[in-house]
C-alpha cells in the first residue's frame, strides 16, 4: 500500500507448491520469496517486482484499500481493489489471440489448506 502498486500472479501446477511456500509466517526479516524459490523480476509499469516463475503477472495501480476486521480465528486484513496497468502472459499459453487454460493448468486457493485445479472445461454459444 506504501507504494500505490501491486502485482497479481496466476499460479499454475508447476509452482503451486512453492506458492504454498510462500504463505509460510516467516520473521519479518526473512523473505517469503527466497525461502519458496521464487525469482523477482522488475516490472515494467509499477515499482513492485513481480515472480519470473509465474506464467501470467498482472501489474496493478492500487484504487482502494478497504480494511476487514479480524477475529480471534483469523487476523485482521485489507481487500485491494486494483486497475490492471500491464499484463505479461507467457507466449506458450496464447493460442489464436487467447489464453489456453488447459496449456496454464490453473490453481486456484480455496480455503483452510485446500486448492483446486481446472475442471472440465465446455462451451456455451452466446444468445443474439
Not at 29 to 45: D, K
Not at 51 to 70: D, F, N, Q, S, T
Request: glycine share 10%; charged share 20%; net charge negative.
Amino acid at each position: 500500500m506504501a507504494t500505490g502498486s501491486f502485482v497479481v500472479h496466476v499460479t499454475d501446477e508447476s509452482n503451486v507448491g512453492a506458492a504454498n511456500l510462500a504463505a509460510a509466517n516467516l520473521p519479518p526479516e526473512e523473505s517469503e520469496l527466497g525461502f519458496a524459490g521464487f525469482t523477482a523480476v522488475p516490472s515494467s509499469a509499477v515499482p513492485v517486482p513481480g515472480l519470473a516463475e509465474a506464467k501470467i503477472r498482472m501489474e496493478c495501480v492500487l484504487e482502494h484499500a478497504y480494511p476487514l476486521g479480524g477475529t480471534a480465528d483469523a487476523p485482521a486484513c485489507d481487500l485491494l481493489i486494483g486497475r490492471v496497468v500491464r499484463f505479461h502472459v507467457a507466449d506458450e499459453l496464447l493460442s489464436g489471440g487467447r489464453i489456453d487454460a488447459q496449456l496454464l493448468q490453473p490453481v486456484s486457493r480455496l480455503a483452510g489448506n485446500a486448492y483446486a485445479k481446472l475442471g472440465e472445461a465446455f462451451s456455451l454459444d452466446r444468445p443474439e
